[in-house]
């Protein structure tokens, strides 16, 4: 079964400051999608940035990036310049991708409140 | 484009009684998945279907049905509804050749009294 692991319920920033936001994760799949996604108070949820299991490389857009640690199953979420729009509530997310058992079965953390202080 | 539609946004229900929530989507994917979150809390997966006519349970199944009887939608029923299913409900989509992003509805606000 796949777990996602979000260990940090609530955590705050002061503007313009860094924070990191971690995820683990549990599964035997080697090919799968990760996920950071936020829900800000309207409930809508966006999706912040994606990995693909079998990319090397970090994601990064813009002001979010995330650390992809294959071996550990951890899968960070680091905003720079944080801004008051950030405040929200970030979930962490799995995909299996591919074909087979579990194929497309989308797995979320308990999520991290985060605050944004002026 | 009108994405992930839910309806109805909000319901009021009385212990026992059953319901029907509604989910369409118009950007023909063939992944859809039914969670709920309960205040404060993550979402967890009820259920999800890979294709019209597949689904299967999620982390959380036990007083829900779903059918998929066509690729667009991808309704929840309530049987014998519980206060334990007051929540908020998320229908959401996505597309196997893409990039695995979940498209989501806004969500059904459910009280069961």
């Known amino acids: 079964a796949q777990t996602v692991t979000q260990s940090q319920p609530e955590m705050s920033v002061q503007e313009a400051e860094t924070v990191t936001l971690s995820c683990t994760y549990d599964?035997?799949?080697?090919?799968?999608?990760l996920f950071w996604y936020k829900q800000p108070p309207s409930r809508q949820m966006i999706l912040v940035i994606r990995q693909e299991a079998y990319k090397q490389q970090n994601a990064t857009e813009n002001r979010f990036s995330v650390n992809f640690q294959k071996a550990a199953k951890s899968f960070s979420l680091k905003i720079s310049d944080s801004q008051l729009g950030d405040t929200a509530m970030y979930f962490c997310?799995?995909?299996?991708?591919?074909?087979?058992?579990?194929?497309?079965?989308?797995?979320f953390g308990d999520g991290t409140t985060l605050t944004v202080k002026p | 484009n009108a994405g992930v539609t839910q309806t109805p946004k909000f319901r009021i229900l009385k212990i026992g009684q059953s319901m029907t929530l509604q989910c369409a989507q118009d950007m023909n994917h063939n992944y859809m998945y039914w969670y709920r979150q309960d205040p404060g809390m993550g979402l967890k997966l009820i259920y999800y279907?890979?294709?019209?006519?597949?689904?299967d349970k999620g982390e959380v199944p036990n007083g829900y049905n779903v059918s998929r009887s066509t690729t667009e939608d991808f309704p929840l029923r309530l049987e014998l509804a519980a206060p334990s299913q007051t929540s908020v409900y998320f229908c959401?989509?996505?597309?196997?050749?893409?990039?695995?992003?979940?498209?989501f509805g806004e969500g059904s606000r459910l009280t069961v009294l």
């Open positions: 959401a989509s996505s597309y196997s050749r893409g990039t695995g992003e979940l498209f």
């Open positions: 599964t035997s799949e080697n090919n799968y999608y």
């Open positions: 997310a799995f995909m299996k991708h591919g074909a087979g058992t579990n194929a497309g079965k989308s797995t």
């Open positions: 279907s890979v294709g019209a006519g597949i689904t």
